[in-house]
Structures are given as structure tokens and as C-alpha cells.
């Protein structure tokens, strides 16, 4: 069973609007990963945070990982056109990445 | 540096053929593996190895094949295709394994429909 689920399925805002999409998890793990997949193409690593990690920034990325919860949140502040396409999470408490069914975000220009 | 290398990208299989996906990497990493993307699935792994010589079962390994042949080359072999398995692959690679939580580097996938 997949140890990740995104919340929502689907998304779609406004160029310049913010875009924030929720993960959801199982059990412990040493780290959550955030990827996007452009359609047709294969996922590219956006960013990581590990267990022991609150919040982490990447240029317009902002992840967040509360671990009581077991949840993780990836925001995408001053949404592009080219911001569009699917979102994963992924976690890891060893050799394997689970993989949730990702969030599909649309942003109109 | 082309990075992770799957083929074919398309292929067409009658229920009963059986075919090889062939991934090749160049980063000298240690970990590969083979995952399915169906929609709204998400990624499910299929077999990974996390060092050459040796291979593991993921969560979805029935029907399926695999060979590491050597560092760079990991194989999956579909023995006698199933509508089912009509899905996209891909392969991906990592340094070390995802417990020291390095980036994992997919390909751009392999389009397989069984008919």
C-alpha cells in the first residue's frame, strides 16, 4: 500500500496565486521527498526534508513536515504557467520510496 | 551525462509476449529500481536493487523479472504479458539508498499497452 497521499487530487488557480498541497503518511520515516512530473514526462526531485526537519524553502517551494501528525505540506507561492502538472510525495524509512498518487495542479494564465 | 536510459519508450505487446525493458544509467550509482505508474496509483515499485548482484521484491513483483547485469544496467522482464501490466515504467537510480535520503533520478519512461 502507498505510504504517501496527496490532498487534493486536483488543483487549479490563478497565475500569481499560491498553490498548497497536503501529504499524508503512515508510519515513521527518515524523510519525505516532493517531486513533480510534467505530463508524458518522467519526476524530477523538487526537494527534501528529513525527519528531524520543521520547514525548508527552495526559491518559490516551501515544504513543511509535522511529524506528530504525519503530514508534510508543499507550497508554491506566486504560481506560473509552468507550474503545472503533478505533484508526488514520497517517503522513506529505507532502501524503498513510497509514492502517493500525487496532486494534478493546473495554473491559469 | 545522459543520466538515466530506458528503452523501448513505446512498445506494443499481444497477451502472451513476453519483452525486456532495458535502463542504463551513467551516474555511478549503487541503487535502481523499477516502478509502475498507473493513474491515479501513484508510482508502485516493482523490484529495486541496491547494489549490484543483488535485487529485492517492491509491492507489485508478480509477473515480473529482473536482472542487474552490472552497475549501470538494470533490467525488467515481462515473461508472458498481461493486459494488466498495460502501464507506464520507470526506472530510477540513487547514490546511496534512500535512507541517507539522496535525490532519486528517474527516466523518462517506457509507454508498454498489451493487447
Known amino acids: 500500500s502507498q505510504q504517501g497521499e496527496e490532498d487534493p487530487q486536483a488543483l487549479s488557480i490563478q497565475e500569481g496565486e499560491n498553490a498548497t498541497m497536503n501529504c499524508s503518511y503512515k508510519?515513521?520515516?527518515?524523510?519525505l521527498q516532493w517531486y513533480r512530473q510534467n505530463s508524458g514526462r518522467g519526476l524530477v526531485h523538487l526537494i527534501l526534508?528529513?525527519?528531524?526537519?520543521r520547514e525548508k524553502h527552495s526559491g518559490r517551494l516551501r515544504v513543511t513536515l509535522d511529524t506528530s501528525k504525519k503530514s508534510s505540506s508543499l507550497l508554491i507561492t506566486a504560481s506560473r504557467a509552468a507550474d503545472t502538472a503533478s505533484y508526488f510525495c514520497?517517503?522513506?524509512?529505507?532502501?524503498?520510496?513510497?509514492f502517493g498518487a500525487g496532486t494534478t495542479v493546473t495554473v491559469r494564465a | 551525462n545522459a543520466g538515466v536510459t530506458q528503452t523501448p519508450k513505446f512498445q506494443v505487446l499481444k497477451t502472451g509476449q513476453s519483452m525486456t525493458l532495458q535502463c542504463a544509467q551513467d551516474?555511478?550509482?549503487?541503487?535502481m529500481y523499477w516502478y509502475r505508474q498507473d493513474p491515479g496509483m501513484g508510482l508502485r515499485l516493482i523490484y529495486y536493487?541496491?547494489?549490484?548482484?543483488?535485487?529485492d521484491k517492491g509491492e507489485v513483483p508478480n509477473g515480473y523479472n529482473v536482472s542487474r547485469l552490472n552497475k549501470r544496467e538494470f533490467s525488467l522482464r515481462l515473461e508472458s504479458a498481461a493486459p494488466s501490466q498495460t502501464s507506464v515504467y520507470f526506472c530510477?537510480?540513487?547514490?546511496?539508498?534512500?535512507?541517507?535520503?539522496?535525490?532519486?533520478?528517474f527516466g523518462e519512461g517506457s509507454w508498454l499497452t498489451v493487447v
Open positions: 514520497a517517503c522513506s524509512n529505507d532502501y524503498k520510496l513510497s
Open positions: 508510519t515513521s520515516i527518515n524523510n
Open positions: 526534508i528529513r525527519s528531524n526537519e
Open positions: 551516474m555511478n550509482h549503487n541503487s
Open positions: 536493487s541496491a547494489s549490484e548482484g543483488t535485487t
Open positions: 530510477a537510480t540513487t547514490g546511496a539508498n534512500a535512507l541517507t535520503g539522496n535525490t532519486i533520478y
